[in-house]
């Protein structure tokens, strides 16, 4: 199901969306996710499709904790997307701890950095970005 199925009258193939609709950031973060989704699987250089797989990722985990997390008093501590899903989504943990152990090559690869990804990892990343996109969605705008 893709992000404009769901907000387009909030139907999948089953018929309409049970609970309340997401928000529209959360919407946005998920589409954006698609999008880079699709931006990664065209380019060429492994190192970007890397790296814009990863960002994928971090969106659509944003997009959870977009629907999940609660406002707290103070901000400030300055912790990662994959920390908080990991407090606010614990079926993700797994799933987080990945993409943060990835964080470092994404930013190396964002820097020019090309030596530390192969093709088969960006590709790799790329097929897992994907499985992580359906499993977010499918938290954001359950069935």
Excluded: K, Y
Excluded at 58 to 76: D, I, K
């Amino acid at each position: 199901m893709t992000i404009s199925m769901i907000a387009d009258g909030r139907r999948s193939a089953a018929g309409p969306v049970a609970g309340p609709p997401p928000s529209a950031a959360a919407l946005s973060l998920l589409a954006q996710a698609e999008s880079g989704l699709r931006e990664a699987a065209r380019t060429a250089d492994p190192s970007r499709r890397f790296a814009v797989a990863h960002l994928s990722a971090l969106r659509a985990g944003a997009a959870v904790l977009a629907v999940r997390a609660q406002p707290v008093g103070r901000r400030g501590s300055g912790r990662s997307v994959w920390h908080l899903l990991e407090r606010v989504a614990p079926e993700l943990g797994e799933w987080a701890a990945f993409f943060a152990a990835g964080s470092a090559t994404r930013a190396a690869a964002e820097a020019g950095i090309t030596r530390l990804v192969s093709e088969r990892a960006a590709d790799d990343l790329v097929r897992q970005a994907g499985q992580f996109l359906e499993v977010s969605s499918s938290l954001v705008c359950p069935r």
